[in-house]
Nanobody
Framework: VQLQASGGGLVQAGGSLTLSCAAS????????MAWFRQAPGKDREFVAA????????ANADSDEGRFTISRDNTKNTVYLQMNSLKPEDTAAYYC????????????????????WGQGTLVTVSS
């Protein structure tokens, strides 16, 4: 399984970014997908997850409705649209493949992550 994340960069506070993660080596439609992030000196944390067909999503409470996860199964790609970015959103963002079609509780804590992408860095300046 390979996950290629892209779309990170430097953005001013209040700006927007859309991250993409292209998956290969798996039957993409068979798995839930998720985004996590890790800021310098902090633990990795859950950001958002989406089930196999996009009908069910989960978000971390901390994003206050600013982040939207989506997927395009025809392109084997999952996205994270991030709006109203804040300096505290600065982190390396990682996409991940779950074990199942649907979101399971353990995916949110990364216990059932099957594979990780390489991360894409998001820096939000104040």
């Amino acid at each position: 399984v390979q996950l290629q994340a892209s779309g990170g960069g430097l953005v001013q506070a209040g700006g927007s970014l859309t991250l993409s993660c292209a998956a290969s080596g798996l039957t993409f439609v068979d798995y839930a997908m998720a985004w996590f992030r890790q800021a310098p000196g902090k633990d990795r944390e859950f950001v958002a997850a989406i089930n196999w067909n996009g009908s069910n999503k989960a978000n971390a409470d901390s994003d206050e409705g600013r982040f939207t996860i989506s997927r395009d199964n025809t392109k084997n790609t999952v996205y994270l649209q991030m709006n109203s970015l804040k300096p505290e959103d600065t982190a390396a963002y990682y996409c991940a493949v779950g074990q199942y079609r649907n979101i399971d509780y353990d995916l949110l804590s990364a216990r059932t992550v099957r594979s990780w992408g390489q991360g894409t860095l998001v820096t939000v300046s104040s």
